[in-house]
């Protein structure tokens, strides 16, 4: 899937940082806990919130 505007932005390290709207656009969750997972996964506990 092409990265589109909005899809990410570059951290203060320059690190890609995926947004919610890309989350939603990819439909599912990696279990990777990213900052901005709209499923509510908890990497920590390995559950969904």
Do not use: I
């Not at 890609?16 to 439909?27: A, D, I, N």
């Not at 997972?37 to 990497?43: S, T, V």
């Amino acid at each position: 899937m092409p990265l589109e505007e909005g899809d990410y932005y570059l951290n203060a390290q320059g690190y890609k940082v995926f947004t919610e709207k890309y989350h939603l656009k990819r439909g599912h969750c990696c279990k990777s806990g990213c900052k901005h997972c709209p499923y509510g996964y908890d990497k920590k506990t390995d559950t969904f919130t």
